[in-house]
C-alpha cells in the first residue's frame, strides 16, 4: 500500500523559495512518475510537474522558469522548490504518484497548504 | 495545452436519481487518456475513472465513464449521499497535463 506526505513550511513572504518534500512509503521511489501538483483556493488542481528516477523531469511551462523538482532514492523522497514566490502561489501542495508517462494519478498526499503573504 | 471545461459547474439531485457530468476538451485528448477524481472537502482528489472508461480499484460499477476526443461523461446511476463531491476531470495525454474547473454534486 503506496503512501505519500507532504512536508514544508506553511507560510511564506513574497519572493522566498518554496520548498516540500514528499515523503514516499510501500514502493521504491526509483520506479514510477513522481507527480507535484497544486490546487488554489476554490479552484481546480494545477499539474506542476513530475520526476521519473533521476532520468527525466517535465515541468508545466506556465511555471518552468521557477521550478525545480529532485529526487533522494536513498531516502526514499522527492522534492519541490519554487523560486519567487507571490500571493498567486498560494494553494495546497500535493504529491502523486503516476504509473508511468502519460498516465493517471493514482496515488495522493493529504496535501498541505503553502500561503504567501506579507 | 488542452484546456477541459466541466459543465455544469453545480448540479444539484436527489439520492437515487442518475447524475451526468460533462468534460470538453478544447483539442482532441490522445488515446482516451482521461480520468475522473472525486474531492470532499479538505482531502485529497482520489481517482475514480481513468482511461476515459476504466473504474479505478475499489470504485462501485454505478460510476461509468465513456467518450473519446473531445466529449467526455460521467454517470453516476443511482446517486448514493457519499456520491455528493466535488469532480474533477483530468487529461494526461498531452503535456502539460491540466485538470477541468470541477462539477460540484450536491444534494438537493
Known amino acids: 500500500q503506496v503512501q505519500l506526505q507532504e512536508s514544508g513550511p506553511g507560510l511564506l513572504k513574497p519572493s522566498e523559495t518554496l520548498s516540500l518534500t514528499c515523503t514516499v512509503s510501500g514502493v521504491s521511489t526509483s520506479t514510477y512518475y513522481w507527480n507535484w501538483i497544486r490546487q488554489p483556493p476554490g479552484k481546480g488542481p494545477e499539474w506542476i510537474g513530475y520526476?521519473?528516477?533521476?532520468?527525466?523531469?517535465r515541468y508545466n511551462p506556465s511555471l518552468k522558469s521557477r521550478v525545480t523538482i529532485s529526487i533522494d532514492t536513498s531516502k526514499n523522497q522527492f522534492s519541490l522548490r519554487l523560486r519567487s514566490v507571490t500571493a498567486a502561489d498560494t494553494a495546497v501542495y500535493y504529491c502523486a504518484r503516476a504509473g508511468g508517462y502519460n498516465y493517471h494519478f493514482d496515488s495522493w498526499g493529504p496535501g498541505t497548504l503553502v500561503t504567501v503573504s506579507s | 495545452e488542452i484546456v477541459l471545461t466541466q459543465s455544469p459547474a453545480t448540479l444539484s439531485l436527489s439520492p437515487g436519481e442518475r447524475a451526468t457530468l460533462s468534460c470538453g476538451a478544447s483539442q482532441s485528448v490522445p488515446s482516451r487518456y482521461l480520468a475522473w477524481y472525486q474531492q470532499k472537502p479538505g482531502l485529497a482528489p482520489r481517482l475514480f475513472i481513468y482511461?476515459?472508461?476504466t473504474r479505478a480499484t475499489g470504485i462501485p460499477d454505478r460510476f461509468s465513464g465513456s467518450g473519446s476526443g473531445t466529449d467526455f461523461t460521467l454517470t453516476i446511476s443511482r446517486l448514493e449521499p457519499e456520491d455528493f463531491a466535488v469532480y474533477y476531470c483530468q487529461q494526461y495525454g498531452s503535456s502539460p497535463y491540466s485538470f477541468g474547473q470541477g462539477t460540484k454534486l450536491e444534494i438537493k
Open positions: 482511461d476515459a472508461s
Open positions: 520526476i521519473y528516477y533521476s532520468v527525466s523531469t
